[in-house]
Nanobody, 112 residues
Framework: VQLQESGPGLVKPSQTLSLTCAVS?????????VSWIRQPPGKGLEYIGY???????YYSPSLKSRASISRDTSKNQVTLQLNAVTPEDTAVYYC??????WGQGTQVTVSS
């Protein structure tokens, strides 16, 4: 299974960040949920949320009001949207399937 994140590297404050995770070698509707996590510079990993095999979602309480995870089963892709971003959302964003399969990560910088 391979995962590939994509999205804009630079986002302005107050805008919406949108990232896509393209999954190959396995279906997003089987085996394990697809999760999003991030790592701000100089800090540890932060869990954002996941979408499970049925399409149900879970979000970290700290991001629940701003995060939205959805999927396109025809493209085998999962999307993360994060609203009203601030510079504190600057991080490397990763998608993962289960615990064993990770994307390489994509850098997102929030700056005007």
């Amino acid at each position: 299974v391979q995962l590939q994140e994509s999205g804009p590297g630079l986002v302005k404050p107050s805008q919406t960040l949108s990232l896509t995770c393209a999954v190959s070698g396995g279906s997003i509707t089987t085996s394990y949920p697809v999760s999003w996590i991030r790592q701000p510079p100089g800090k540890g990993l932060e869990y954002i949320g996941y979408i499970d095999l049925t399409g149900s979602t879970y979000y970290s309480p700290s991001l629940k009001s701003r995060a939205s995870i959805s999927r396109d089963t025809s493209k085998n892709q999962v999307t993360l949207q994060l609203n009203a971003v601030t510079p504190e959302d600057t991080a490397v964003y990763y998608c993962m399937k289960g615990m064993d399969y990770w994307g390489q990560g994509t850098q997102v910088t929030v700056s005007s």
